[in-house]
């Protein structure tokens, strides 16, 4: 592969610190005000923090040793003095990276072999071969959970966006209303019912985590802690079996993150396959790098897309950083309100990855073999892919074409 507690007697002074730095910040123009993500060494830093007149305390995230405040532009010199402060960056802003609106509704899924790897392997498997028994956590704008094909599948919600975080069992507080996450948990898990579309693994479990808000963006900060909610899963703890270990994050942004970064190291050292969208900035010019975060990080899978005829878009970022590439053009898919939508964007490339992983690891569980590594799910990912550009590895599609088929045998070979 590329690569390279919070204890429970602070709560009560945590809250009250953010409640009184909440009123106090009035007296600070709104136009000087940072929201800033500050890494901290020992949790006593917090309360320091919060202490700071004009300070707001929005959120901690105890796994990443991380705190997000509103702060006062003429503040930062402060806060970057308190002792055990390891980091302050600002908080960027991440978006969902789908850019506009096939004749054949299912090319995206015939184009990568998924419906090869039902065929082959539903007689022997029945509903393993469709993804049954593996948990994708969709990081987005939610899921509409009351749409027919995904009724039924979305099993969990966590929301990241706003003042306060929700994880639990009512997928209300998990609504999409922007339609991205819909479309993108479309292309991983829409039933095969000859209606619509069909998704790659439609017989996989969702869990919709809610980290961008109904505009389509949202705040790196706010993604972190969406990523150790969705690998800790219902129950908040590590090495349970509600844990999910593929993260699909169909968003990104042009700045690199402290807080992003060990987030997504974290989720990896935790067991979980990270897939990301590459971006929509490409230029074209093979000398440059664009591609988004996180997916430029060497432990997270990077996607491109194509469209019907193998092509790769121009907009679709290129890099070095480039894995792999999947349909992203004119994908056809579930939508807000029960609908349905065409879109383009290495956001719909990306959940195509997604889904096959979730394939592999079902297949393995089923033919009574462990789960792959992160490492090792790359590896058959990468060594399986349908060369589509220059020959060899290229900073357009990366390794080429995910085919789930090739894959899927590629992991039943190992041990």
């Not at 405040?69 to 002792?83: A, G, M, N």
């Not at 850019?99 to 498997?125: G, R």
């Not at 209300?172 to 998704?199: P, Q």
């Not at 219902?234 to 844990?243: H, I, K, N, V």
């Amino acid at each position: 592969m590329k690569y390279i507690l919070f204890r429970v007697s602070v709560v009560g002074l945590l809250t009250i610190l953010a409640f009184s730095a909440l009123t106090s910040t009035s007296s600070a123009s709104s136009s000087n005000i940072v929201r800033v993500a500050v890494g901290y060494e020992d949790e006593g830093v917090v309360g320091k923090l919060a202490a700071i007149p004009d300070v707001a305390l929005i959120k901690v995230i105890p796994d990443l040793r991380v705190v997000v405040l509103r702060v006062p532009l003429d503040k930062l010199s402060l806060i970057k003095s308190v002792e055990g402060v390891r980091y302050v960056e600002e908080d960027h802003v991440a978006r969902a990276l789908e850019i506009s609106t096939a004749s054949d509704v299912l090319w995206n899924v015939h184009i990568i072999n998924a419906s090869d790897v039902w065929e082959t392997y539903y007689e022997t498997y029945s509903w393993r071969a469709l993804g049954y028994g593996v948990v994708v956590s969709v990081l987005d704008t939610g899921i509409d959970y009351s749409h027919p094909e995904l009724e039924g599948k979305v099993a969990w919600c966590a929301n990241t966006v706003g003042k306060r975080t929700y994880t639990g069992f009512n997928l209300k507080n998990c609504m999409d209303r922007n339609g991205h996450g819909t479309h993108v948990a479309g292309i991983i898990a829409s039933t095969i019912n000859n209606v619509g579309n069909a998704g790659v693994a439609p017989n996989v479990t969702l869990y919709a985590v809610k980290v961008l808000g109904d505009s389509g963006s949202g705040f790196y900060s706010d993604i972190a802690e969406g990523i150790v909610l969705a690998v800790k899963g219902p129950d908040g703890s590590l090495g349970t079996a509600d844990d999910s270990r593929i993260i699909s994050m169909s968003l990104g942004g042009s700045s690199d993150s402290q807080v992003l970064r060990d987030a997504t190291k974290w989720a990896y050292d935790n067991g979980a396959v990270l897939v990301a969208a590459a971006g929509n900035s490409g230029d074209g010019d093979p000398s440059t790098d664009n591609v988004a975060y996180p997916a430029k990080y060497q432990w997270v899978i990077a996607v491109a897309a194509i469209d019907s005829e193998y092509n790769v878009p121009t907009w679709s970022s290129d890099g070095p950083d480039v894995d792999v590439a999947a349909p992203g053009v004119k994908v056809y898919s579930t939508y807000k309100n029960k609908g349905y939508s065409e879109l383009s964007g290495t956001s719909m490339a990306t959940p195509h990855v997604s889904a096959t992983v979730a394939l592999i690891q079902a297949l393995r569980l089923a033919s009574g073999k462990s789960p792959l590594s992160p490492d090792t799910i790359y590896e058959a990912i990468t060594r399986t892919s349908v060369d589509i550009g220059p020959s060899g590895f290229d900073v357009y599609s990366g390794y080429g074409l995910v085919d789930a088929l090739a894959a899927v045998n590629y992991a039943l070979s190992m041990p």
